[in-house]
Structure formats: C-alpha cells, structure tokens
C-alpha cells in the first residue's frame, strides 16, 4: 500500500478511535447517572455528556472512520495509489474537520454547547459550536470531492470500462453525504449562526428542524453505507466466495440514494405544522428506502450459500459450517448484520404512523439506534480495522490479535444486549429518552422504569471495557510485525458485461434524487416559510 496514502487514511482511523474512546467515557458516566448509581461532580451536566456522547460517536467517530476507508479503497482499487492533487484535498478536508471538530469539542466541554447531537433550536450553543460545525461540513465536503476527483481520472484512463464496484460504491457515499448536508449547511449558516450570535431575534423552529431531519435521515445511511460496502465487496473476499451480483449491488446503492433524502419527516410524525398528507407521502418513501436493504440481505444470504455449496456444504443450513467463524474480520462484521435484523425491523415499526406515537421520544429510539449505528455499523467498523491498519502500516494481523479481537466483539454485543434490549423494553413502558435521573417524586411509572435504567447501565459498563479493549487492540495493531496484508476486494460471479452501464449514470440518478427530494419537501417548506402558511399559531414566520 502506498506510504502517504497509508498516512492519510491512517490519521482518519486513529482519530475516529480517539473520538470513540472521549465519546466511550462520556457514554460510560451518562449510563451510571441515569440509572441513579452515580453523581457527578464539579458542575458537570448530564445532558452536557449526553452532548458529547452522541457528537463524538455519531458524528465523529463515523465520519473519520468513513473517509479513512473510503480513502483506502478508492486508492487500492482505483489506481493503486491517490493522485496527487486528491491527497491534498484529503488533507486538506482533515485539517478543516479536525480544527471545526476541536472547536465543537471545547464548546461542549466548556458547558456552552450542551444541545445534544441534534442540536435543535431553541436550545442554544454558543455560535463558535456552530461555526465548528460548519467547518467540519465544509471539510467533509472537500474529501468528498477528492474521492469523486480520483474516480473521473480512474474513468479517464479506462475509457468505456465498467468502474470497481468499492469505487462506485464510494462516490455514491460520499454523493449522498453531499447532498444530504446542503441542508444541514443551510440550517447552521443561514438559522443557527446568526441567531445565536444575536443578529436576528427569532428562529423558524418548524423549518430548522425539517433541515436538520432532511440532513439527519441520509445521514444513518451515510453511516451504513460503508459498512455495506464491507457486506458486498470485503466479507466475500475473505469467506472465500465471490460477490453475488455486482450490478444487485450498485442498483442497492442507487436506490439507497434516490429514497433516503425525501423521507426526514418520518422523524416528525408527532410534530404540528407538517400536513398528514406530506407525513404520509414521506412514510411511503421510507418503505421504500427498506427495499435496498432487503435486497442487501438477500444478496448476503446467497453470496453465503453458494459459497458453502461449492465447498461441499448440503442440507438446509449447511453453509453455515463452513463460514470462518474464528476470522474476526468475517466474525465482527457478521454479528453486525446478525443484528441489523432487528434493528431494521425495529425501523419499520419506527416508520409505522401509529407505532411512532408509541415509541416516539421514549428509550425505544436510543435502542433502535445502539443497534444500527452502533452495533451493525460499528462492530462492521472493528472487523474492518482487523486488516485496514495492518494494510496501510504494512504489519499483519497476528493469531493472538485476532483471538482479542473474538473477545471484543463477544463483549460487545452481551453489554448491547443488556443495553439496547432494556432501552427497547422500558422504552414500550414509556420511559423517555433524553432525560436525567429521576422518579418524578416515585411515580410508580417511573419506579418500574428503575431496573431497567440499572440493567442499561450495566450494559453501559460492559461496553466501556470493549471501548477500551478496542482502542488498546488498536494500538497493538500498531505495533504488530511488518509484513504484507492484502487488501480484501472481492470478485463478482458474473462477468463485467452483464452489469448494465445505466447503472453508472449519474445525472440521471442525481436528476431523480433531486425531483424527489423537490416533490417531497417543496410545498411543507412553502408552508413553514409564508407564502402557503395556513396562519395557525403553531407556525412562526421568519
Ligand atoms: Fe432508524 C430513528 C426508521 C435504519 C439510525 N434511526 C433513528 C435514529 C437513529 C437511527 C440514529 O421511521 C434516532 C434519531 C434521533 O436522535 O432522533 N431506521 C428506520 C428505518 C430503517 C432505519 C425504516 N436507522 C436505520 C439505520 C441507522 C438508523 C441503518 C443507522 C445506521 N429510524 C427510523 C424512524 C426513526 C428512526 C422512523 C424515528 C423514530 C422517532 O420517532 O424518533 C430501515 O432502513 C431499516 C431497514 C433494514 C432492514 C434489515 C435488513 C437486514 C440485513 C442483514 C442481513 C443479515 C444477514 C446475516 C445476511 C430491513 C441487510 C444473517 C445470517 C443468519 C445466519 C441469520
């Protein structure tokens, strides 16, 4: 692997588990707080840890670790190295996010900026959180554009030839994330900042949340995303198979990027001032955003059989034998997608109008998404980690690593199991989420949420230990002996003429992205704004 781009893609990882252990500790002490086993001391607030929990792992940890990977692939499979005009704007998109995700940082910890991760008006941070922000976005946006920059000079130079299906894959990531955060970008630049700084009075509530939820969706698949790209292209390589369908796989995508912008309002079905109808249209669209995934499952279920039945596995289930089950690079990614058949129907159940206003705001939400963000695409991340720093420092994995590396993700999923299976069952009860401890003067409600509370910071516990059991596996991989790591890319059954080019045609993919994105946010945004306004007090004009 080429020296500098190992750096570059280096620096992202470590910083990403940097992140994830500040974030592992603030996760720690908000679980013991909640459950009611533990103060803090010196002023510190719960909901100012809450903040730092949710932007360090969901936003930090995530984004560095996605560009990092990105990077490496598109590098190996693209050229087999960076041009060099793209490894600056990879540098360059760093140094940006790096000193705006500092300042978010300081900002939170300084205790003005305890927003949460959402940072929904009218909870205020002090402007510099958001001026971070901004530049974390702008900085995401310049990699963004380097990894679109090395796919044009791959296509340059391979006229008419279908590109790797990781570049494809890669350019679609980063497509979405650029179109998704154009609304994020508008809510800080043109609501937040300005408010917060005192040049305008008031803010559009309806309309800054509607930009953050536009922003918000899209953005758990720019999370999962990669950790599909491991799924499709990485896990075949290393069972020993082949990618099942390479045109399934990019059509997956596609659809992934046409239906998961429109469908933000499926984050506020409980709100006043979006019509049913548009809720109702947007719900539509979510359904369809399931589809990829179930597409997705479908490929994974056949890439796993054909495998076993060319190695000789019969019967019903006998292809389960002969998965490498003591690999942790397949084990850790597997257990991911073990899990995302709950959590993907606990989605569903999310997305269903009447079960919302169940679930809605309670613990069942923070369950839901400790088992996708961070149990299917974080424990997907470790697996990866298993052989990218070792690909990139040119070391290798070592049996004994590997072994740890078992241990970790077994420890994993039980204080998950502990901690999302009890958000998921008080949240039912209707313990809310987002709240400090208490009994709400021993409400016999709230006194039957308290085991759970306790059993979720057990669980909290345990996952404190695999953070740090990670990060120290992480720093051992560092330091594991020089050597050759190959870079696992699967390849396709079929051959490359049977992947239709259309799939690659991305201004009419863009094209469509943008109708139905205008289709459904057009007439609700015109209604928040003024001109449609029905007028009810439950909307504030600019
Ligand atoms: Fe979600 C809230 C709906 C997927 C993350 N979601 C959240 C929040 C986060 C989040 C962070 O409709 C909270 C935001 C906040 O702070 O308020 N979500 C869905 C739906 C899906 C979904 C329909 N969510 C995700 C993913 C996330 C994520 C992925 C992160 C990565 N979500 C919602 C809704 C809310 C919500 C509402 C708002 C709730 C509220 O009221 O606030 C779907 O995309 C899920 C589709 C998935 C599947 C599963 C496919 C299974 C596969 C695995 C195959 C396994 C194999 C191995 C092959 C249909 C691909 C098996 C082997 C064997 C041997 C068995």
Not at 305 to 318: H, P, Q, S, V
Request: proline residues 5%.
């Amino acid at each position: 692997f080429d020296k500098k781009d190992g750096a570059l893609v280096l620096a992202h990882i470590l910083f990403a588990f940097f992140a994830l252990l500040l974030g592992g500790i603030a996760g720690l002490l908000q679980s013991v707080v909640r459950g009611g086993l533990y103060t803090l001391p010196g002023g510190i607030g719960y909901y100012q840890l809450l903040t730092a929990h949710g932007v360090l792992m969901a936003l930090v940890f995530t984004t560095y670790f996605i560009i990092g990977f990105l990077y490496s692939g598109v590098s190996s499979t693209m050229g087999g190295r960076l041009i060099p005009s793209v490894r600056r704007m990879g540098w360059t998109g760093y140094t940006l996010m790096t000193i705006g995700g500092l300042l978010v940082l300081v900002m939170i910890l300084l205790n003005k900026a305890s927003v949460l991760y959402t940072f929904y008006a009218p909870l205020k941070a002090s402007p510099y959180f958001y001026i971070g922000l901004a530049l974390v976005v702008v900085g995401s946006w310049i990699s963004g554009f380097g990894i679109f920059s090395q796919y044009i000079y791959w296509k340059k130079t391979h006229q008419g030839k279908l590109s790797p299906l990781f570049g494809f894959m890669a350019v679609m990531t980063m497509l979405l994330w650029q179109i998704a955060t154009i609304g994020v970008a508008i809510e800080v630049v043109v609501q937040l900042i300005p408010w917060s700084f005192g040049w305008t009075e008031t803010i559009n509530i309806m309309l800054s949340r509607t930009l953050f939820w536009y922003f918000g969706h899209p953005l758990v698949y720019f999370w999962l995303l990669p950790a599909y790209i491991c799924w499709y292209v990485i896990i075949p390589k290393i069972i020993g198979g082949k990618i099942y369908s390479d045109a399934l796989a990019r059509m997956s995508f596609v659809l992934l990027l046409l239906f998961s912008i429109p469908v933000g309002f499926h984050h506020q079905l409980m709100e006043p001032g979006i019509s049913p109808f548009w809720k109702f249209l947007q719900v539509v669209l979510t359904f369809m955003v399931v589809v990829p995934s179930l597409m997705t499952a479908f490929s994974l279920f056949a890439t796993f059989e054909l495998n076993g039945r060319r190695k000789g596995a019969t019967g019903l289930f006998g292809w389960l034998k002969v998965l490498p089950w003591s690999d942790v690079r397949f084990f850790a990614p597997f257990m991911g997608m073990l899990v995302f058949i709950p959590a993907g129907a606990g989605g569903i159940v999310n997305a269903s109008n009447q079960m919302n206003a169940v679930v809605h705001n309670t613990l069942w939400v923070t369950g839901h998404f400790h088992l996708t963000v961070a149990t299917s695409v974080a424990l997907t991340f470790f697996g990866m980690t298993y052989w990218l720093i070792p690909v990139v420092t040119n070391r290798v994995l070592t049996p004994a690593m590997n072994k740890q590396g078992i241990i970790q993700t077994l420890l994993w999923c039980v204080g998950m199991l502990f901690m999302s299976g009890s958000m998921h069952t008080v949240g039912l009860f209707g313990s809310p989420r987002r709240t400090a401890y208490t009994t709400y003067g021993d409400h016999p409600d709230a006194v039957l949420w308290m085991p759970y509370h306790v059993a979720m910071a057990i669980g909290g516990m345990i996952l404190f230990i695999a953070v740090l059991h990670i990060v120290w596996i992480v720093i051992s991989l560092l330091r594991s002996p020089k050597g050759v790591t190959e870079y696992p890319i699967g390849e396709s059954m079929e051959p490359e003429e049977a992947t239709p080019r259309y799939l690659e045609r991305w201004k009419l993919w863009i094209a469509i992205t943008v109708v139905l994105i205008l289709f459904a946010y057009t007439v609700p945004v015109l209604q928040m704004i003024g001109p449609m306004n029905p007028g009810s007090p439950g909307y504030v004009t600019w």
